[in-house]
């Protein structure tokens, strides 16, 4: 148990809809990161927000995008749905001690 | 630029024998190393890391990795593996931004 839960667990999109990806982080934890985990491939960082602001992002488009809120929740939103954006999307939060990351058990996102 | 390499997506073993799952860093800055495991159907635990210290690290549940900076190694180790052993291991990096970069996974197989 880690404390991280995210929702929905499954979802499934038509090509070209957009989504929203929800994570509840642990009390305290500034850091959340979100990452994408296509199938059969390791987790792919997307970006990250500290206390509600973007600190990193990895190599996604802007359609990627993201928001903290202040009571530790957070949101992916992916804009004009591609086929391969079908993978696993999993959020990880963090405190402010730097090498912990707790995840949550992911949404599986099928685009069709 | 950093990478994570795992030599090996699949390893079959049999129970109660010994395993070793190889992952090799490329970093020009210090590295801080980590491995995973990922269930069916589940997100990612964290198992060992390595931040500074021991370069020989060790899990809960019987599995070690050591640090070794001259072969750029951290290696995964367990001397006699279990059923339940059976998952995903993935092999995970840390620099500079605090944010995971993982290897491509290497699947664990224990044959009763």
Known sequence: ETGVTQSPTHLIKTRGQQVTLRCSSQSGHNTVSWYQQALGQGPQFIFQYYREEENGRGNFPPRFSGLQFPNYSSELNVNALELDDSALYLCASSPDEWGKAFFGQGTRLTVV | ?112
């Open chain 2, 1 to 112: 630029a950093q990478s994570v390499t795992q030599l090996d997506s699949q390893v079959p073993v049999f129970e109660e024998a010994p395993v070793e799952l190889r992952c090799n860093y490329s970093s020009s800055v210090s590295v801080y190393l980590f491995w995973y495991v990922q269930y069916p159907n589940q997100g990612l635990q964290l198992l060992l890391k390595y931040l500074s210290g021991s370069t020989l690290v060790e899990s809960i549940n019987g599995f070690e990795a050591e640090f070794n900076k001259s072969q750029t190694s951290f290696h995964l180790r367990k001397p006699s593996v279990h059923i339940s052993d059976t998952a995903e291991y993935f092999c995970a990096a840390i620099t500079g931004a605090n944010n995971l970069f993982f290897g491509t996974g290497t699947r664990l197989t224990v044959i009763p």
